[in-house]
Structures are given as C-alpha cells and as structure tokens.
C-alpha cells in the first residue's frame, strides 16, 4: 500500500495513471474508504486505481482542518470584542 502525503491530483505511483479530485467520472480510479474525525471532517481516503488495482493511502487533510480551527477562534474573539 502506497502512502502520499497533501492533496490535489496526483500519478499513480503503480501504473502513472493521473487521478485527480476533480474527476467524478469513476474511471480512473474509486474511493473505497473515508475516514473522518469527531468532528466529520475528512482525515483519511482509500482509493483504488481502477488502471493497475493499487490501493492509495490518502492522508494530510488534518492541516486544513487545523487551518479552519485558527479561523473559528478568529471569529470568536471578534465576537467578544463586539
Ligand atoms: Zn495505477
């Protein structure tokens, strides 16, 4: 099992086979997991190529989760302030 770290479209490391989050086609490739935090927020995808049968692990969704925590709080304190 292949372990890639970010987001955004990439090759499979199998076979070169470009899958990209924007393709909804389910022909280059499907989602057979999703996992999510307490919250619901993505943490964690499985995919398979559909091309060479590699099973992908995606990860690194925690830092944009973290990026929207910042940007609560931010909200937050301008509400005490007001
Ligand atoms: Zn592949």
Redesign the pocket.
């Known amino acids: 099992m292949t372990k890639i770290e970010g987001e955004g479209e990439f090759l ?1 490391p ?4 470009m899958i990209s989050p924007e393709d909804e086609s389910n022909l280059n490739y499907e989602i057979i997991d999703v996992k999510t935090d307490s919250r619901g927020r993505l943490k964690e995808l499985l995919i398979v ?1 559909k ?4 099973k992908i692990r995606l990860e690194g969704f925690e830092l944009l989760a973290k990026l929207e925590d910042l940007e609560e709080s931010d909200e937050m304190s301008e509400e005490i302030e007001e």
């Open positions: 499979c199998s076979c070169g086979n190529c091309k060479c049968g590699s």
